[in-house]
């Protein structure tokens, strides 16, 4: 590479990204608790749960996702309620189920 | 970019002991973890987000670093990720030119340039992953191109020729696109 156009080219680059990167974290400081909320929701992320998806890296580290943060997603959570009722129907139908007698 | 994930931990961290101090809410967390992400996007690979965001807690902490009265800690913590992130730079640097001197002049040249001419190469992959973002809407495209200009409110206003109404409207699908990246789940 050119040392010249490296020289010439690359702090303008740099300058660039530091002010976007200062406007944008500007409008993320200026985010309403409203917007924030509602982007969660989208996510299928429940924020008054402690251990919320959305908390991870922050308040807690990564790998530490209870059962009830993976199905905060409303539809992930209703198909696990689905396949849970699927289940205890099939056993109970299983228990009624008259074996014939061994002969 | 890919990131290295970090290990899983179970000690409270800088950021959940702020909260305990009620230094920041639990919404301050969420504005902090996104612009934690955006920041990191132009970082070497090794450095997580998470960890620009607990090293700046760890900083106003242990007091190395203090808030102004006047800034809103949201911000603060926003300037303290963003000098932690040139350190990193200038750390990568520093190695970099340490390893030079125990090399060959030649080599020596070429680390250098390669050092920084793959912080160059971050940074415009950085410019472009943020504008792809936006690649949907060209109102929002234009003010962040605009904005990468270094140029204020209401000159980026002027510039791209938007009434005050749509310029506001932009700006609140720019922050909900900003919001979906830094909250959503890496593998979403």
Redesign the interface.
Known sequence: ?N?QT?KS??PK?????E?????????????S?A??E???R??G?E?SMKGS????????????FQPDDIYADKRRAALATKAKETREFIRAMRRRTVKPPRS | MTQR??????EA?P??QA?TLRWVG??D???????AR??AR?LPPEV???DL?QEAFRRVLDGSRRRPPDV?M??FL?GVM?SIRSEVWKQTQRTSMRLQSLQAQQAEHELL?GR??E??VL??E??AE?ERLFASDPIALQI?RA????LAAQEVRTACDLSKTCYESA??R???V???E????PA?
């Open positions: 590479m040392t490296q080219g690359a680059i740099h300058a660039r990204v002010h976007l990167l200062a406007a944008l974290e500007s409008e993320l400081a200026s985010a608790d917007e924030i509602a982007v969660a989208e996510l992320m924020l998806a959305a908390f991870a890296g922050v308040r807690y580290g990564f790998g530490l | 994930k970090p290990a899983p931990s179970f961290t950021a959940e909260l639990e919404m967390l969420l504005r902090l973890k996104c612009i955006l920041q132009g997580h987000w998470s965001l809103p949201v911000a926003g963003r340039l920084s001419a912080r160059t940074a415009h950085q410019l943020i962040i904005l990468a200009e270094g700006r609140r720019i922050r909900r900003l919001l979906r830094g909250l959503r789940m979403q």
